[in-house]
Nanobody
Framework: QVQLVESGGGLVQAGGSLRLSCAAS????????MGWFRQAPGKEREFVTL????????YYATSVKGRFTISRDNAKNTVYLQMNSLKPEDTAVYYC?????????????????WGQGTQVTVSS
């Protein structure tokens, strides 16, 4: 079992920045890919970005590329999502997730473990 706990959400004005954290505990996560998804009201959960814990390869959704950066701290078993130039359309609950699947898993059904989510609200 892997436990994931997100933090760092909040209210920010358009153009501002936030950093989300996802602390992992339980099983070693060195073989996992860690992803961030988000879900806006009335919409389906969508892929945002992922990082391979081993090697550090990253992938981004087109909508956030150039504005968001995912990173990891091996010593703290924590993944970060730095969000810059935030837009009102980035408003959503952001979820951290973990998977052992290879390749580039971008669909929520490909992930085995999920955090509880953290709310991000961007005002215009």
């Amino acid at each position: 079992q892997v436990q994931l706990v997100e933090s760092g959400g909040g209210l920010v004005q358009a153009g501002g920045s936030l950093r989300l954290s996802c602390a992992a505990s339980g099983r070693t996560v060195s073989n996992y890919a860690m992803g961030w998804f988000r879900q806006a009201p009335g919409k389906e959960r969508e892929f945002v970005t992922l990082i391979k814990w081993s090697g550090g390869s990253t992938y981004y959704a087109t909508s956030v590329k150039g504005r968001f950066t995912i990173s990891r701290d091996n010593a703290k078993n924590t993944v970060y999502l730095q969000m810059n130039s935030l837009k009102p359309e980035d408003t959503a609950v952001y979820y951290c997730a973990a998977t052992l699947r290879l390749g580039v898993p971008t669909v929520q059904s490909e992930y085995d473990y999920w955090g509880q989510g953290t709310q991000v609200t961007v005002s215009s």
